[in-house]
């Protein structure tokens, strides 16, 4: 089991920006793909973007040209960098890890990852 902490959160006004950092602790940070995943209150856990060991990534559409993931396999971080953020957007940001096992998964699934951090709240006012 890993240790993951997010930061970065914050209120911040309709189209503007945030930057979320998210630190794996792990020496094979390397050998995990990771995920950004969003819990508005009452609501389920809503896949946001992932990204692969290999650096490949995907975004649920509702961020795709807004929302830009990224990761740092010499610090342990992967990264969601959003802009033009909306109200739409204000939720609890989660990251997530999955060890590479060469068995098929769906990054998009909250359950298939091993392990979650505590979550940075972020806060888009109209």
């Known amino acids: 089991q890993v240790h993951l902490v997010e930061s970065g959160g914050g209120l911040v006004q309709a189209g503007g920006s945030l930057r979320l950092s998210c630190v794996v602790s792990s020496r094979t940070f390397h050998d995990y793909d990771m995920g950004w995943f969003r819990q508005a209150p009452g609501k389920d856990h809503l896949f946001v973007s992932g990204?692969?060991?290999?650096?490949?990534?995907d975004y649920a559409d509702f961020v795709k040209g807004r929302f830009t993931i990224s990761r740092d396999n010499a610090k342990n971080t992967v990264y969601l960098q959003m802009n033009s953020l909306k109200p739409e957007d204000t939720a609890l940001y989660y990251c997530?890890?999955?060890?590479?096992?060469?068995?098929?998964?769906?990054?998009?699934?909250?359950?298939?990852?091993?392990?979650w951090g505590q979550g940075t709240q972020v806060t888009v006012s109209s």
């Open positions: 990204i692969t060991r290999s650096g490949s990534t």
């Open positions: 997530a890890a999955r060890a590479i096992d060469g068995s098929s998964w769906s990054r998009h699934s909250w359950d298939e990852y091993d392990d």
